[in-house]
Structures are given as C-alpha cells and as structure tokens.
C-alpha cells in the first residue's frame, strides 16, 4: 500500500494514517484466513454427516478460531482508540470475523453441554441413544476439529446399532420395534426398521 508507505514517511503521526493502516491489518487477517476456511465452508456446502465424509484438513481447531477472534479483537480495538473527525466509519464487521464469532459461540454452546457427558476423555454410561445421536449429528455439522468427543460417541453409536442389528429378531418378538440408523461408509448412511 503506497499511501500507507508514504504516511509513514511523513515527519508528524496523523490518525488518518493509523486508521488506514488498522483498516488494512483487518483486510490482511480476513486475507489470511480466506484459503484455510475454503475447506470448510466446502464440507458445510455439501453438509457432511460422518467425521469419515469430511476432506482432511477441513474441520478448524478450537484454539486457531479463538486465536483469529483475538488477533481481530485487537484491531478493532486499536481502531476504536482513534479520534477522527467528519465521516469516519469503522470497518464493518468483515464475513470471516462474523462466521468466526458465530463458529465459536456454536462450538461453546455445544461443548458447554456435551462435556458432562465425559470423563477423563471418555464417555460416561447410561446416555440415552437418541440423546448421543443428536449430540453427534449437531456436532458433526459445527466444522470444529472435536474428535475428542464425536470419535467416542460414533463408536458407541456404532456399538449399540451393532447390538441392534445383530439382536433385532429377538427384540421384535417380544414386541419391541427396532430401529437402527449406521454410520456404515463415507457419504453414505443406512437405515432399517
């Protein structure tokens, strides 16, 4: 950015200056994040259903998305400490910063309530199927890296449908319906009653 460059090389610090050069920092974040959200927003598009459907690399790490909030958090900090007069308009909320800030309240709110299901990394007992399948099915399609959690509960949702399956004539003779939905290959689920 020339005009950038030739403020800086002025004898006086104008606030006009800092403003373009905090402005231009937010661009350069949002820039910077662009390639590696591509994946991602990808995986969202064709709304994967298993951890195996999604392409490597494409589910975010918590602590990468907390990062970016602060670096963004921190500009616009910056940016709101200058004084100009007349028009001037902070930048408004950038697409990248708003999906960020909707990616991590979605990841707190889930992690909020599934992480009393677990200890010491491994799940706890007695949880109702239909409570596992629909923490999995949301936290699957919230493109954050939370193996730690969606491994654990696939493999006890793959336990009790195996159980299911393999027991099914038997419980249907004593009157009980079964009904069994499996995560069997990538992009692929199959269901039987």
């Not at 002025?10 to 920092?25: G, I, N, W």
């Not at 939370?146 to 299911?164: E, K, M, N, R, V």
Request: hydrophobic content about 40%; some cysteine.
């Amino acid at each position: 950015s020339d005009l950038l460059d030739e403020a800086n090389s002025m004898p006086v610090a104008m606030d006009e200056a800092q403003a373009l050069r905090y402005h231009l920092q937010a661009l350069q974040w949002a820039a910077k994040l662009r390639p590696h959200l591509a994946a991602v927003f990808e995986n969202q598009r064709v709304g994967c259903k298993s951890i195996r459907d999604s392409v490597a690399g494409d589910r975010v790490k918590l602590s990468e998305l907390q990062h970016a909030a602060k670096e963004i958090a921190k500009i616009r900090s910056n940016l709101s400490e200058i004084s100009l007069s007349g028009d001037f308009t902070i930048i408004k909320p950038l697409p990248e910063e708003e999906w960020i800030s909707s990616l991590l309240t979605a990841s707190e709110k889930w992690l909020a309530r599934i992480k009393r299901y677990f200890s010491n990394d491994s799940l706890k007992p007695g949880l109702p199927l239909t409570k596992l399948r629909a923490f999995y099915a949301e936290g699957i399609s919230i493109p954050v890296d939370f193996d730690q959690y969606l491994l654990p509960i696939a493999s006890a949702i793959g336990a009790a449908d195996t159980w299911l399956t393999a027991n099914t004539q038997q419980l249907e003779s004593l009157g009980i319906s079964v009904s069994v939905t499996a995560i069997t290959s990538p992009n692929e689920e199959k269901s039987s009653a």
